[in-house]
C-alpha cells in the first residue's frame, strides 16, 4: 500500500470533512473474505481467510488482515463488495453471476458480510468478452441476443465478460430474462448501467433502485492478469434537463478513483468500462467538460489506461490529447464498442428471423474481444455474430461493396468500398484488381454504400420489410474507398482489399465487378 494512499485513509478515518454532512451516519460493516474449499455454502473451518484483499463501498478502500478480516465505516443502503484480486474467481451467486458485493442495511449500527472466493488460473494472458447495448425491450429481443451472440459462442475460453450498459430498452423486469441467457456463456460476468437501465421519474440518487437489487454496486473493480477494471456509472441523470441525463461522476465516484488507483502498480493496465462516451461526438447527454477534465487529471499519472465505452450504436476509436485536456505520455485510447443490438433490433431478417441490425456506420451486429498479454499490452477485436467465411466480401474484418456491372470505357468514377470495422485514422488499407500491384484507398467520412441499400430496399417497400426498418446510414469513420478501373477487358474483375488491423495484423476480402460492351 503506497504511503499517499495509507495517509488518504488515515486522514478520513480521523476527519468527517471528506464526506459530505447527509453522509456522515454510518454502519460499522466486517466479515471475512476467505478461500473456499470444503465445497459447500459459508465458510466452514477448512475455509481460509485471505490477506491484502481490497473491500470497498465505492468510496473507502481497506485491506483485509492476514487472518481475511476487514472492517470499515460505510453509508446506510450502500453496496460492500470485494476488489477481486488476479489470480482467484468469485463464486456464482443463485442467479449465475459472480457473488462479490452485499447491500448495507438501511438501519442499524452494525452488518456483517462474508465474501469467498476460488482459486484461479495464474493466467499469463486472458481474454475478456466486451458486450454493449444488448437493449432488449421484451423476451423477442431476448431471443435474438440468445441466437445471433449467446448460442454461436458456446462456452467461450475467456476469463470474464462485461455488459456497458443500457442492458434493456428502459424495461428493468427484464433483468432475470436477459442475465438468465447471459450465464449460459459460463463466463463471470460484469455490468454497468446506461441511460436505459434507469427507474423512470426519479432524482439521480434513486435512479439505480432496481439496477443495484439485481447487480448490486454501480461502481467497482475487478483485476484480472495484469489488468484492473475499474466499471463506472457515468449516467448522471437531470430531470427537466436536456435529455433528462448527461455523462458525468459523482463526488464518491471521485473518490473511489482516486484512491483505487494510487494503490494500482504502475506496470497494470488500467481498463475503464463506461456507457457514455468521453469524447463529444454524441451531443445528446455528452460527458460533462468538467467531470472529464477531473477525470483526466486523476488517470494521467498511470501510465497505461484503456478506455471502453457504448451508448452510441456505432464503432469509433478515440485517442485522447491535449485538445481533449488529456495530458499524460502517451494519448488516452477510448474503444467506443458497437452495440450488441447493432441498430436497435431492426432491419429485414435473415433466414432466421433474426434481424439485420446493422449499425449506422456499417458495423455489423457482434462483440468485441480484449486480450491482455503478461505484460499488461492488450489488443482488440470486433467478432461479427453474421461472418461465415462463406461470403468472401464480408469477413470478420471488413466488408465490401462495389457495383456488380460498369460499361466498359466509362469514366472511372465509381469505386470499390470496405467498412474495416476497426479501422481508424492509422490503418492501412489497399486494393489491387486481377492479381495487379497493390494501390492505396483513400478514407473517406461518408455512409457506408451497403447500409444505403437497405435505406433504399426499406423506401421502395410497399410493406414494413421488419419490426422497424434499418437506420439511416450516417458517416463512418472506418470506411475507405478505391476507384474501378473500367479499361479493362470485357468480362469479369476480381478485386481484393487488404487491411492491416494494428492488433491482428493482415486481412484480406474480395469480391466482383464485369465491365460490359456498350454502343451509344
Given at each position: 500500500m503506497s504511503k499517499r494512499f495509507?495517509?488518504?485513509?488515515?486522514?478520513?478515518?480521523?476527519?468527517?470533512?471528506?464526506?459530505?454532512?447527509?453522509?456522515?451516519?454510518?454502519?460499522?460493516?466486517?466479515?471475512?473474505?476467505?478461500?473456499?474449499?470444503?465445497?459447500?455454502?459459508?465458510?466452514?473451518?477448512?475455509?481460509?481467510?485471505?490477506?491484502?484483499?481490497?473491500?470497498?463501498d465505492g468510496e473507502e478502500l481497506v485491506r483485509t488482515d492476514a487472518q481475511g478480516r476487514y472492517r470499515l465505516q460505510a453509508r446506510p443502503g450502500r453496496t460492500v463488495f470485494v476488489v477481486k484480486p488476479a489470480g482467484h474467481r468469485f463464486v456464482p451467486g443463485r442467479d449465475g453471476l459472480p457473488a462479490?458485493?452485499?447491500?448495507?442495511?438501511?438501519?442499524?449500527?452494525?452488518?456483517?458480510?462474508?465474501?469467498?472466493?476460488?482459486?484461479g488460473d495464474p493466467q499469463q494472458r486472458f481474454e475478456a468478452l466486451v458486450f454493449t447495448d444488448t437493449q432488449v425491450k421484451n423476451e423477442r429481443d431476448i431471443g435474438y441476443y440468445q441466437?445471433?451472440?449467446?448460442?454461436?459462442?458456446?462456452?467461450?475460453?475467456?476469463?470474464?465478460?462485461?455488459?456497458?450498459?443500457?442492458?434493456?430498452?428502459?424495461?428493468?423486469?427484464?433483468?432475470?430474462?436477459?442475465?438468465?441467457?447471459?450465464?449460459?456463456?459460463?463466463?463471470?460476468?460484469?455490468?454497468?448501467?446506461?441511460?436505459?437501465?434507469?427507474?423512470?421519474?426519479?432524482?439521480?440518487?434513486?435512479?439505480?433502485?432496481?439496477?443495484?437489487?439485481?447487480?448490486?454496486?454501480d461502481t467497482y473493480a475487478v483485476e484480472e492478469g495484469a489488468a484492473a477494471f475499474v466499471l463506472l456509472d457515468d449516467v448522471v441523470v437531470t430531470p427537466g434537463e436536456g435529455v433528462g441525463y448527461a455523462g458525468g461522476l459523482r463526488e464518491d465516484?471521485?473518490?473511489?478513483?482516486?484512491?483505487y488507483v494510487a494503490q494500482l502498480p504502475r506496470d497494470r493496465l488500467l481498463v475503464l468500462g463506461m456507457h457514455i462516451p468521453l469524447f463529444d461526438r454524441n451531443a445528446h447527454g455528452a460527458f460533462r467538460a468538467a467531470d472529464r477534465e477531473r477525470l483526466f487529471a486523476l488517470l494521467g499519472q498511470h501510465p497505461r489506461v484503456l478506455v471502453l465505452s457504448?451508448?452510441?450504436?456505432?464503432?469509433?476509436?478515440?485517442?485522447?490529447?491535449?485538445?481533449?485536456?488529456?495530458?499524460?505520455?502517451?494519448?488516452?485510447?477510448?474503444?467506443?464498442?458497437?452495440?450488441?443490438?447493432?441498430?436497435?433490433?431492426?432491419?429485414?431478417?435473415?433466414?432466421?428471423?433474426?434481424?439485420?441490425?446493422?449499425?449506422?456506420?456499417?458495423?455489423?451486429?457482434?462483440?468485441?474481444?480484449?486480450?491482455?498479454?503478461?505484460?499488461?499490452?492488450?489488443?482488440?477485436?470486433?467478432?461479427?455474430?453474421?461472418?461465415?467465411?462463406?461470403?468472401?466480401?464480408?469477413?470478420?474484418?471488413m466488408a465490401l461493396h462495389a457495383p456488380k456491372v460498369l460499361r466498359r470505357g466509362a469514366y472511372p468514377s465509381y469505386g470499390v468500398f470496405a467498412n474495416v470495422f476497426m479501422g481508424d485514422a492509422d490503418t492501412r488499407v489497399e486494393y489491387r484488381i486481377d492479381g495487379g500491384p497493390w494501390k492505396p484507398m483513400r478514407r473517406v467520412e461518408r455512409p457506408d454504400p451497403r447500409l444505403l441499400v437497405e435505406n433504399v430496399a426499406d423506401d421502395l417497400a410497399p410493406a414494413l420489410r421488419g419490426y422497424d426498418r434499418s437506420p439511416e446510414a450516417k458517416a463512418s469513420t472506418h470506411l475507405w474507398r478505391?476507384?474501378?478501373?473500367?479499361?479493362?477487358?470485357?468480362?469479369?474483375?476480381?478485386?481484393?482489399?487488404?487491411?492491416?488491423d494494428r492488433w491482428q495484423g493482415e486481412a484480406v476480402a474480395s469480391t466482383r465487378y464485369r465491365l460490359e460492351e456498350a454502343q451509344p
Open positions: 495509507l495517509a488518504g485513509l488515515l486522514a478520513c478515518a480521523s476527519a468527517l470533512g471528506c464526506m459530505p454532512a447527509q453522509a456522515r451516519a454510518s454502519i460499522e460493516v466486517s466479515g471475512v473474505v476467505y478461500l473456499e474449499q470444503d465445497g459447500r455454502p459459508g465458510r466452514g473451518s477448512n475455509d481460509p481467510g485471505l490477506a491484502g484483499v481490497l473491500v470497498s462479490f458485493w452485499a447491500r448495507v442495511p438501511a438501519n442499524g449500527s452494525r452488518f456483517a458480510a462474508d465474501f469467498a472466493l476460488l482459486p441466437r445471433a451472440i449467446v448460442e454461436p459462442l458456446g462456452r467461450p475460453d475467456a476469463a470474464m465478460g462485461v455488459t456497458l450498459g443500457d442492458l434493456v430498452n428502459d424495461r428493468t423486469d427484464l433483468y432475470p430474462a436477459l442475465n438468465r441467457v447471459t450465464t449460459r456463456l459460463g463466463v463471470p460476468w460484469f455490468h454497468v448501467p446506461g441511460n436505459h437501465d434507469l427507474d423512470e421519474g426519479v432524482s439521480d440518487e434513486a435512479a439505480l433502485g432496481a439496477w443495484s437489487r439485481t447487480f448490486g454496486p465516484q471521485f473518490r473511489f478513483i482516486e484512491r457504448g451508448h452510441n450504436h456505432a464503432q469509433h476509436h478515440h485517442w485522447h490529447g491535449p485538445a481533449d485536456g488529456w495530458h499524460g505520455e502517451v494519448p488516452l485510447h477510448e474503444y467506443n464498442v458497437g452495440a450488441i443490438c447493432g441498430a436497435f433490433w431492426s432491419g429485414a431478417p435473415d433466414a432466421r428471423g433474426i434481424p439485420d441490425s446493422t449499425m449506422s456506420d456499417g458495423t455489423p451486429i457482434g462483440h468485441a474481444v480484449l486480450s491482455v498479454e503478461a505484460d499488461g499490452s492488450y489488443a482488440l477485436a470486433w467478432r461479427p455474430a453474421r461472418a461465415t467465411g462463406e461470403d468472401p466480401a464480408f469477413t470478420t474484418a478505391g476507384a474501378l478501373d473500367t479499361r479493362l477487358a470485357a468480362g469479369e474483375h476480381v478485386v481484393e482489399v487488404r487491411a492491416f
